[in-house]
């Protein structure tokens, strides 16, 4: 198993699906769900990182007239007023 700064984000996606099928599940026991819900929030902070780092990439790849063009990710252009 990688460590989590070494996991990609497909790997810690994975590991945080079956942390909240375990919680969802309730089978659990009470310290046991307490370590997978930290462990959990690790994850999807871990995941959190890694979108805004491909985001970051992205904006620097799409540029309009030689300047980078930003709006929020996951703003469609119709949100940000660019299509019209």
Known sequence: MSSEAEMSFEEAMEQLELIVGQLEDGDVPLEKAIDLYQKGMKL??????KLEQVEQKIEMVVEEG???KRRPFGTSMEESGELE
Do not use: F, I, T
């Open 44 to 49: 999807s902070q871990l995941c959190s990182q």
């Open 66 to 68: 030689g300047e980078v």
